[in-house]
């Protein structure tokens, strides 16, 4: 189980994805892995990372919502 959390308020509803095409944006090729909570924080099975290893973890914004 991988965990994080996104802050800037924190962010609700963000999608977190693992970038596969190293484009730095979320597209067809990635692989979303969870969304944000009411609290920023995300939860991801490590299956989904399972040969993905060396791919970065990124947050796509446009959608959510930022908390005071």
Excluded: M, W
């Excluded at 979320?26 to 944000?36: N, P, R, S």
């Excluded at 399972?50 to 005071?68: C, I, M, S």
């Amino acid at each position: 189980l991988i965990t994080g959390r996104v802050v800037n308020g924190p962010v609700r509803n963000a999608r977190v994805y693992l970038d596969i095409n190293d484009n730095g944006q979320l597209d067809d090729g990635d692989l979303e892995v969870g969304t944000t909570n009411a609290s920023g924080r995300f939860e991801a099975r490590s299956l989904a990372f399972k040969g993905h290893e060396d791919k970065a973890l990124l947050v796509h914004l446009a959608g959510a919502t930022f908390q005071p």
